[in-house]
């Protein structure tokens, strides 16, 4: 079994910055397809970025355009741990960010993900 714990999360200005980690258990990240949603209140959980699960072993990331340019998602395979560096933040990127995993090639999407993380809550606000 998979276990995914997220922590980083926090209160941060405009134009701030956070790290998020994500620390798996039960299986080596390298083996899943890693990613990072979010959920803003009233809203639906939204894939922010991820990295691209194939065949052969490699980093090949994928962004949503909402943080494409501010946010860069990276992992530690010694410590089986991903990140998400977040910059640049905005009060719109206030949400419970939430780390997924998929056993499946491809980048984990909502409907694909077998693994989530509790989710940990990033404020952005003055």
């Known amino acids: 079994q998979v276990q995914l714990v997220e922590s980083g999360g926090g209160l941060v200005q405009p134009g701030g910055s956070l790290r998020l980690s994500c620390a798996a258990s039960?299986?080596?990240?390298?083996?899943?397809?890693m990613g990072w949603f979010r959920q803003a209140p009233g809203k639906g959980r939204e894939f922010i970025a991820g990295?691209?699960?194939?065949?052969?072993?490699?980093?090949?990331?994928n962004y949503s355009d909402s943080v494409k340019g501010r946010f860069t998602i990276s992992r530690d395979n010694a410590k089986n741990t991903v990140y998400l560096q977040m910059n640049d933040l905005k009060p719109e990127d206030t949400a419970v960010y939430y780390c997924?995993?998929?056993?499946?090639?491809?980048?984990?999407?909502?409907?694909?993900?077998?693994?989530w993380g509790q989710g940990t809550q990033v404020t952005v606000s003055s």
């Open positions: 039960g299986r080596t990240i390298s083996s899943l397809a």
């Open positions: 990295f691209i699960k194939t065949p052969r072993s490699g980093d090949t990331t």
């Open positions: 997924a995993a998929s056993l499946s090639y491809g980048v984990v999407r909502g409907h694909t993900a077998d693994y």
